[in-house]
């Protein structure tokens, strides 16, 4: 099981409410949301800890569907130990690496183990998610890539790891402060269970999730959202070609909740409630 920490909405408030749950991306954490979390006060919060991360760091991960498992898990519980209805909706909150397992959570996960108990997701919020490589080409590529990472992880200091990782392109946003407050944070987490978990859940062995995405429209009307920052130049780009409903934030980089957490929180609100409309109000 996931070590997750479950935060209450205020008294009386959460009623009828989807339980929403955040994964974290690839080095985080559950907690890396908390400038987030006070904005949500009238919702049930759900904050897992990913495989080979934060109090997960000794848990191993094998692969997509093996992580999804364990994420499905921790939500079951989650809801028994709350003594909710097992029908209670949740809305999934991906960063990264989280945004990726939370779109085959909901396209994917159910098809291979359709006889486990399902959840009931009501809606997705995409932040910076890549949604997979649309040729062998590509995946090859992010392979080995994804490979030299993970034997740098393994076998090197990860101070020094860490320190290279924040400068490749999708980090340009962040300044130096920013850089070593980051680099000093993740120093903390064991090298070869982030190995294990980049390899077992590479982009490489990842399908092309949009055109799926693309269809998902969940009972009560509500379809994806994608959340990206103005200056992540390539998932905003991402963002613009997927067709998804998109919110492009202003003044942030990839890490959208981290860098505008209010703004973040802003908008996710907003999503939250729509989904309490029904199809016809949202159409009027």
Known sequence: MLHSQFVQAQKGKAGGKPLVVFLHGF?????????????LTGYDKLFIDLPGHGESHSIQSTSFDAVCGLIHSSVLKCIETQKQSAT???????????ARLAMYFVTEY????SHLTPVLVAGLVIEGGNFGLDSQA?????????LAWSERFKNDDIAEV????YQQPVFSSLNHEQRQHLIAKRSVNLGDKLSQ???STSLAHQPDLLPQIRQLQFSNGSRPLYITGERDKKFTALAKHSHLDCQIIMGAGHNVHKEQPEV???VLLGYLEQMGESPRKKLE
Not at 27 to 36: H, I, M, R
Not at 88 to 98: A, E, N
Not at 110 to 113: A, L, M, R, S, T
Not at 138 to 146: K, V
Request: hydrophobic residues 45%; proline residues 2%; glycine residues 8%.
């Open 197 to 199: 978990m980049l390899m």
């Open 162 to 165: 860490l320190s290279d990782w």
């Open 110 to 113: 159910f098809k291979i183990q």
């Open 88 to 98: 209670r909706p949740i809305c999934l909150v991906g960063y990264s690496l989280g």
């Open 264 to 266: 973040f929180a802003s």
């Open 27 to 39: 080095l985080g954490a559950g907690d890396d949301w908390k400038a987030v979390k006070d904005y």
């Open 138 to 146: 590509a995946r090859h590529a992010r392979l080995a890539n994804d």
